[in-house]
């Protein structure tokens, strides 16, 4: 049976990184089929809505999404549902897409390209696991309204935080699971000092974490967290959180890798089938110079082969020709340093490919 690719190019920098990924992806097995179709600012342009039925139709259909990334500032003063970002969300919610992950691991060879001592990110090997269809992001109520208050008529912002046990419970599991084919360790992170939403996600975890005796489960505040993550961040192994807190700490916790532009997501549902796109954005200000980094998507097709497709070896493999461009001094502009040798997109996915076989 061949296994179906939808590709989702998207806006910005995403049909130049996604076209090395694809490369990538047919280079290590001849038996995918994949299949583009429009999401983001694109979609909207061409017909009206950010996730179309088409699209909507063809990502259903398929084995795994690979996506670019959307938005770019033309979009954003339309309205929110014709909004790049309107049409990433629908995608994760439509396909139940609950389990974001988020690796921030340190390639020793850019240690000098993070902003952070060497020595306090040198061996840096964190995964963020964000819930990714809940939360703040999709409660309703939500709006801006004009009410009279305090007398005035005025115009009010809302927005509603809510989790289900069953929700918590779900992406709990995922974060355990991985946790234990790790180094043992779970960071649950919440502000249950302020809002009950997350008190009962840390009452949650703690219930698990009985299924889970070998995994040492912790908790930590959000604020403390990302206090943390700065300070110390080697004390974290697996972190879990919700959307809005997992939406924050992975921006944070990729920086301490040097570049936004190394890291790769998945977002899985309760099957396994998953949508997997680089952790940075669409980068307007580069797009169509052909100096954008590909490499964080090349890392997200690894994922892709690894967990909707059981393909450890091929994502090994990939990610060891990754490893090896970094060490034969190859860098795009955001990881360039003097004394490297400075490559376009294009030719980066040339030298992933020419690691492949060597
Ligand atoms: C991300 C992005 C999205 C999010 C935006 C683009 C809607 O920041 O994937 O982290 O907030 O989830
Ligand atoms: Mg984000």
């Not at 179709?37 to 979609?43: I, K, N, P």
């Not at 920086?255 to 669409?282: F, N």
Request: net charge negative; proline share 5%.
């Amino acid at each position: 049976m061949t296994m179906k690719i939808c590709v989702l190019p998207g806006d910005g920098i995403g049909p130049e990184i996604t076209a090395e990924a694809v490369r990538v992806l047919k280079a290590v097995d001849t038996g995918f089929e994949t299949e583009e179709a429009l999401l983001g600012g694109c979609a909207v342009d061409a017909t009206g809505s950010p996730y179309p039925e088409a699209t909507r139709a063809l990502a259903r259909d398929a084995d795994a999404v690979l996506l670019g990334a959307v938005g770019g500032p033309r979009w954003d003063s339309k309205p929110r549902e014709q909004r790049p970002e309107t049409g990433l969300l629908a995608i994760r919610k439509d396909l139940s897409l609950f389990a974001n992950l988020r690796p921030a691991i340190l390639y020793p060879e850019l240690a000098d390209s993070s902003t952070l001592k060497p020595e306090v990110v040198a061996g840096l090997d964190i995964l963020i696991v964000r819930e990714l269809t809940g939360d703040i992001y999709f409660g309703q109520p939500r709006g801006i309204e004009t009410r009279e208050i305090d007398g005035k008529r005025q115009r009010f912002g809302f927005n509603t935080m809510h989790y289900s046990e069953a929700e918590i419970v779900r992406i709990g599991r995922v974060a355990f699971e991985a946790a234990r084919k790790r180094r043992g360790r779970l960071c649950s992170v919440d502000k249950m000092n302020v809002l009950e939403t997350t008190q009962l996600w840390r009452d949650v975890m703690t219930e698990l974490a009985r299924e889970y005796p070998d995994v040492e489960l912790s908790h930590m505040l959000v604020d403390n967290a990302a206090m943390q993550l700065v300070r110390a961040p080697k004390q974290f192994d697996v972190v879990v959180t919700g959307n809005m807190f997992g939406d924050i700490l992975s921006d944070e916790a990729s920086m301490l890798t040097g570049s936004i532009g190394m890291l790769p997501s998945a977002s899985l549902d309760e099957r396994g089938k998953g949508l997997y796109e680089p952790s940075h954005g669409s980068a307007p200000d580069i797009a169509g110079q052909g100096v954008a980094n590909p490499l964080a998507t090349i890392l997200s097709a690894a994922m892709l082969l690894r967990y909707s497709f059981s393909m450890a070896e091929n994502a090994e493999r990939i990610e060891n020709a990754v490893r090896k461009v970094l060490a034969q001094g190859f860098r795009t502009a955001d990881i360039y340093s003097s004394g490297t040798k400075k490559l376009g997109t294009r030719a980066m996915g040339d030298a992933v490919l020419a690691a492949l076989d060597s």
